[in-house]
T-cell receptor, first 113, second 120 residues
Framework: GENVEQHPSTLSVQEGDSAVIKCTYSDSASNYFPWYKQELGKRPQLIIDIRSNVGEKKDQRIAVTLNKTAKHFSLHITETQPEDSAVYFCAASINTGFQKLVFGTGTRLLVSP | DTGVSQDPRHKITKRGQNVTFRCDPISEHNRLYWYRQTLGQGPEFLTYFQNEAQLEKSRLLSDRFSAERPKGSFSTLEIQRTEQGDSAMYLC??????????????????FGPGTRLTVL
């Protein structure tokens, strides 16, 4: 089955810096890659996603890149703000009639003012 | 709040007791998922419903676990004879079959706030 590895497990940056979180997946049939942000005690919230027919997607300060050959995808956050502090999870899924998400282990991002 | 809701938010129980959790998905969503999240880990898939039909179950879902979605709307997850290893956050998510009408992006999974289970 699919396996997703996520790095780093923790990331500390200064406000205004960029942050990059990387994930690798094992199943080349995976075709959907969402990123979720989870603040302490709250629900995971989708922040951006990408499908396998696209190499890059951007939404304001957030971008995701996908390298299907290398089977890795990354989340890029520019001009980080303290409110970006949270745990970020990547996921990969194969459409087998539905999207069964396999999540990474999460990255705790801390943005210091 | 028109998002996914879960009840209760917290449950403390003694080993061996049965517990039941409820999930109310976004109203027009026909897909419903249950996940389990332990401390420091990402959510792990447990089971999936399309309307009232339970179409897939993970091997994580032992025979002490049962889930239902009787009318294709809300869902319940029951754990019988709870064990300390069942302590976790149980998350529900819902989505819409791509191509069907409704609000939001189809096939995107929206999560509820979770039920945190502590088994003493």
């Amino acid at each position: 089955g699919e396996n997703v590895e996520q790095h780093p497990s923790t990331l500390s940056v200064q406000e205004g810096d960029s942050a990059v979180i990387k994930c690798t997946y094992s199943d080349s049939a995976s075709n959907y890659f969402p990123w979720y942000k989870q603040e302490l005690g709250k629900r995971p919230q989708l922040i951006i996603d990408i499908r396998s027919n696209v190499g890059e997607k951007k939404d304001q300060r957030i971008a995701v890149t996908l390298n299907k050959t290398a089977k890795h995808f990354s989340l890029h956050i520019t001009e980080t703000q303290p409110e970006d502090s949270a745990v970020y999870f990547c996921a990969a899924s194969i459409n087998t009639g539905f999207q069964k998400l396999v999540f990474g282990t999460g990255t705790r991002l801390l943005v210091s003012p | 709040d028109t998002g996914v809701s879960q009840d209760p938010r917290h449950k403390i129980t003694k080993r061996g007791q049965n517990v039941t959790f409820r999930c109310d998905p976004i109203s027009e969503h026909n897909r419903l998922y249950w996940y389990r999240q332990t401390l420091g880990q990402g959510p792990e898939f447990l089971t999936y419903f399309q309307n009232e039909a339970q179409l897939e179950k993970s091997r994580l879902l032992s025979d002490r676990f049962s889930a239902e979605r009787p009318k294709g709307s809300f869902s319940t997850l029951e754990i019988q004879r709870t064990e300390q290893g069942d302590s976790a956050m149980y998350l529900c998510a819902s989505s819409q079959i791509p191509g069907t009408s409704g609000s939001g992006r189809t096939d995107t999974q929206y999560f509820g706030p979770g039920t945190r289970l502590t088994v003493l």
